[in-house]
């Protein structure tokens, strides 16, 4: 059984050098491939394909061992359409099967990289390093303009970028109705989403009917029905796109954080999460829509609409509202606001959902 040390990236000698750092001594590999005794090159990982357990038999400290090498299919639906995905499940078990009784045992957990095999063994949390940003956050625009109560030229001009940006970014599309599928799946059922947030919320509050929550979550089921064959909306998005996520420089020219939950998804969800905050900043100041908040909610979201001529959009964005509605009446995240706030979000969201086609001049109408 000849084992080819080939001069592909990935070799056997890398296998050896992973091996030997696990097991804490030299490592002399006799055997790699299926269980089924079907030799595999480990340059062919790839080709052979993730997801297939691997045989390793191996010599160490003069004992035969063996081990499998368990890794996940690259492949479309049931969640596991991302890397994050996988390696999510991959941590689980590792972080898990070595406590329950009579399970395989699990020595540990790594990654392949360009070079060879990478072990994440000790690894704890994860961190990523990413560039500081300077400049303010568009959070501190609104909050000038809910104590001054009037605009300046340049609080119209950014309304405008932000909404142009959108138009930009949404403009590039994908086809792949499985992500979209998963975009709107998430968006109702999801733990930063829909039911997770639902499930934040006390189960008794002087804000809430009784079962509104329920209802809610299932009107959004609904509309998940609906909306999720429309895969041909899938296109470039942020997925978090809030005022503390924007930063400006000087003028209109900004900076972007946390793009969340996906690089590709449901235009929507852009335009919902900013467009929320004119309309929750009206709200807590003058308990509607109304004087500069509505200028800037026309602004931007006139702005996409003859831009985009996107009127489908307008089917999409009660789902996406409600979403962004149980953020901004969350006790939690906004602890200090009135209960007839948190009261007329929740009629806005109720009555959205029953409407299912936005319409963007009925705001007061649907927070009644
Ligand atoms: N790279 C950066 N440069 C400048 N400021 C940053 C940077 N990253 C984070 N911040 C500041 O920290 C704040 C919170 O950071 P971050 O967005 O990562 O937190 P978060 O909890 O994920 O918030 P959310 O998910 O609601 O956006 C940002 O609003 C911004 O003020
Ligand atoms: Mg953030």
């Given at each position: 059984?000849?084992?080819s ?10 296998l050896?050098?992973y ?12 055997y790699?491939?299926d269980?089924?005794?079907?030799e ?11 997801g ?12 035969r ?8 299919k ?20 590792y ?17 392949f ?37 009037k605009?300046?030229?340049?609080d119209?001009?950014r ?9 930009e ?51 959004c ?83 996409y ?19 962004r ?11 200090t ?20 086609r ?11």
């Open positions: 059984m000849s084992i040390y080939d001069s592909m990236l990935l070799n056997l000698k890398d050896e050098a091996l030997s750092q696990v097991f804490k001594s030299k490592v002399k590999v006799e790699f491939g269980l089924k005794g079907k595999v090159k480990i340059s062919d990982i790839k080709e052979y394909g993730y297939v357990p691997l045989l390793i038999t191996f010599n160490v400290e003069g004992e061992r063996q081990v499998v090498m368990s890794s996940m690259i492949d479309k639906g049931f969640g596991h359409d991302y890397r994050s995905d996988r390696a999510a499940n991959l941590i689980l078990a972080d898990t099967w070595n406590k329950l009784p009579k399970h395989a045992k699990v020595f540990d957990i790594g990654t990289t360009k070079r060879g095999l990478l072990s994440l063994g000790d690894a704890e949390e994860f961190f990523i390093i990413g560039e500081k940003v300077e400049g303010k956050e568009y959070i501190h625009d609104l909050e000038r303009i809910y104590n001054d109560g605009l300046i030229n340049l119209k001009e309304a405008k970028a932000l909404s142009i940006y959108l138009t970014i949404h403009s590039v599309k994908k086809n792949d109705p499985e992500l979209y599928i998963r975009k709107i799946r998430d968006t109702v059922g999801h733990g930063e989403c829909i039911f997770g947030l639902a499930d934040s919320y006390p189960y008794s509050t002087t804000f809430l009917k009784d079962n509104e929550l329920e209802e809610i979550e299932k009107m089921i609904e509309h998940r029905w609906r909306l999720k064959k429309k895969v041909h909306r899938l296109s470039q998005v942020h997925g978090d796109f809030h005022p503390w996520n924007v930063i400006f420089k000087e003028g209109i020219n900004f900076t972007l954080l946390d793009r969340s939950r996906g690089e590709f998804g449901e235009p929507a969800d852009d335009v919902a999460a900013m467009s929320i905050n004119y309309i929750f900043f009206s709200l807590r100041k003058y308990g509607e829509l109304r004087g500069e908040f509505q200028e800037l909610y026309d602004i931007f979201i006139n702005t609409i003859e831009k985009t001529q996107d009127l489908e959009l307008l089917e999409a964005l009660p789902l996406f509202y409600t979403f509605c149980l953020v901004i009446a969350s006790p939690i995240w906004y602890p606001i009135t209960n007839e706030v948190r009261r007329k979000i929740f009629n806005f969201a109720h009555n959205i959902l029953i409407e299912k936005f319409q963007p001049s009925k705001v007061n109408d649907y927070l009644k």
